[in-house]
T-cell receptor, first 115, second 115 residues
Framework: DSGVTQTPKHLITATGQRVTLRCSPR?????VYWYQQSLDQGLQFLIQ???????AKGNILERFSAQQFPDLHSELNLSSLELGDSALYFC??????????????FGPGTRLTVL | AQKITQTQPGMFVQEKEAVTLDCTYD???????LFWYKQPSSGEMIFLIY??????QNATEGRYSLNFQKARKSANLVISASQLGDSAMYFC????????????FGKGTRLHILP
């Protein structure tokens, strides 16, 4: 158990809908990262927050947005869902940015299925 | 160009044998970190081992060691005395410390340990 929690574990929804994925980092970790794992794209970095502020952005679609709240939990919002958004979404956390901590600890993931 | 290349999509190894999973990387940065993660069929991402670009010794963590050859830009994972529980997907990854904080993953190698 990495100490990172993600809810829900599974999510099934329809095209055009909007969903919210939730992540609670390990106690004491200030950085939260979101990754998408799909069969065709592999594991891709989406976005990072550090202590409530957006710090780095990767291949995140405009239909997706995220935020980190004062209690450090983070939410990833996916809207106007398409079939191709079906994937495993991971949240990871670390103490700080790259120069402070090396590894990121991954949560169990949320499996999103868009029908 | 791919930053992380894992040339072995799948491998079959007899239990108790040692196994080497190949990884080559591409970066022009001097400061970077290399990681290996394990993803069993249950889906979670498990951190295995880390090697910093300035580390002179190869990293070791129990049965895992990282064969780091900087000039060749190679970071192979060696698993000694393989066990049935080692059957999983293995990802090599890199973080370039002078850039944003994302970890770039390779496409993975699926390892099957045979009894």
């Amino acid at each position: 158990d990495s100490g990172v929690t993600q809810t829900p574990k599974h999510l099934i929804t329809a095209t055009g809908q909007r969903v919210t994925l939730r992540c609670s980092p390990r106690s004491g970790d200030l950085s939260v990262y979101w990754y998408q794992q799909s069969l065709d794209q592999g594991l891709q970095f989406l976005i990072q927050y550090y202590n409530g502020e957006e710090r780095a952005k990767g291949n995140i679609l405009e239909r997706f947005s995220a935020q980190q709240f004062p209690d450090l939990h983070s939410e990833l919002n996916l809207s106007s869902l398409e079939l191709g958004d079906s994937a495993l979404y991971f949240c990871a956390s670390s103490v700080g940015p790259g120069w402070v901590s090396r590894e990121q600890f991954f949560g169990p993931g949320t499996r999103l299925t868009v029908l | 160009a791919q930053k992380i290349t894992q040339t072995q999509p799948g491998m079959f190894v007899q239990e108790k044998e040692a196994v080497t999973l190949d990884c080559t990387y591409d970066t022009s940065d001097q400061s970077y970190g290399l990681f290996w993660y394990k993803q069993p069929s249950s889906g979670e991402m498990i951190f295995l081992i880390y090697q910093g670009s300035y580390d002179e010794q190869n990293a070791t963590e129990g049965r895992y060691s990282l064969n780091f050859q900087k000039a060749r830009k190679s970071a192979n994972l060696v698993i000694s005395a393989s066990q049935l529980g080692d059957s999983a997907m293995y990802f090599c990854a890199m973080r370039e410390m002078n850039r944003d904080d994302k970890i770039i993953f390779g496409k993975g190698t699926r390892l099957h340990i045979l009894p």
